[in-house]
């Protein structure tokens, strides 16, 4: 089992940032694959960016160039950290634990507003 809870969201303007947290927790030698999703009103779940144990990773073309994926050298902790915010990205963020177990786990999400 794995838990996983967010941290670091709120209320930005557009063009500022936020650094987004994910505390793992349980059996973390397990996890192969993280991700960051957000899903806003009226949408589906998107796929922002992922980093694997080996510490590769990837990114949604909507949010290249601008969020960047890390990890923790224990593994214990998740960040996204995005830049250059804007209107669109206003949503909810999830973390996501993939397993060597073929398991996936998920956070309680956190929002993101980008307003003026």
């Known amino acids: 089992q794995v838990q996983l809870v967010e941290s670091g969201g709120g209320l930005v303007q557009p063009g500022g940032s936020l650094r987004l947290s994910c505390a793992a927790s349980?059996?973390?030698?397990?996890?192969?694959?993280m991700g960051w999703y957000r899903q806003a009103p009226g949408k589906q779940r998107e796929l922002l960016a992922t980093?694997?144990?080996?510490?590769?990773?990837n990114y949604a073309d909507s949010v290249k160039g601008r969020f960047t994926i890390s990890r923790d050298n224990a593994g214990n902790t998740l960040y996204l950290q995005m830049n250059s915010l804007k209107l669109e990205d206003t949503a909810v963020y999830y973390c996501?634990?993939?397993?060597?177990?073929?398991?996936?786990?998920w956070g309680q999400g956190t929002q993101v507003t980008v307003s003026s």
């Open positions: 349980g059996t973390i030698s397990s996890i192969y694959t």
């Open positions: 980093i694997t144990s080996r510490g590769n990773t």
């Open positions: 996501n634990a993939f397993t060597t177990r073929l398991s996936d786990y």
